[in-house]
């Protein structure tokens, strides 16, 4: 059963021209497939991204919110690595939203953002930050 209501992930255990097939032969269900931009290969997401997107959608996770992908582009905020609580060593961009903070973790077609305390999250440093700063 999906988490998502009309998102469905497939496990990758077959070569990509297998599941172009399987999905072509799927004419009862109506679907979109993500691809990549100028591309026309599907999207892939690491184990990794797909556990941690398995965490968030936890139905007893009460604080989420969905948003598109378009919509998650415009939201700015600060990537974050959550170093306490039951989402530690997640990473993300920390956005606020409704005088609230939030965990926002994009994959690709859908985002999800989870309630964190700001304070339990620390700022990624990238190549780019150390060398605008010297």
């Known amino acids: 059963m999906p988490v998502v ?3 469905i992930f497939i496990q990758k255990n077959q070569t990509e021209s297998e599941i172009r ?6 004419k009862q269900l ?3 497939v993500y691809r990549k931009i100028d591309s026309n290969d599907y999207y892939e997401i690491s184990e990794k991204e797909m556990q941690e997107f398995q965490v968030m959608c936890q139905p007893d996770v009460l604080e989420r919110k969905y948003l598109s992908a378009e919509q998650a582009e415009l939201k700015a905020g600060t990537p974050v690595k959550v170093t306490n609580g039951p989402m530690k060593g997640f990473t993300g961009k920390l956005v606020r939203s409704s005088k609230r903070y939030y965990l926002l973790k994009e994959i690709p077609g859908i985002a999800v953002m989870l309630k964190v305390s700001r304070w339990c999250c620390q700022p990624i440093i990238t190549e780019n930050d150390n ?3 010297q």
């Not at 097939?21 to 799927?26: A, G």
């Open 21 to 26: 097939q399987l999905i072509v032969e799927q």
């Open 131 to 133: 060398h605008s700063s």
């Open 30 to 32: 109506k679907m979109s």
């Open 5 to 7: 209501r009309n998102l």
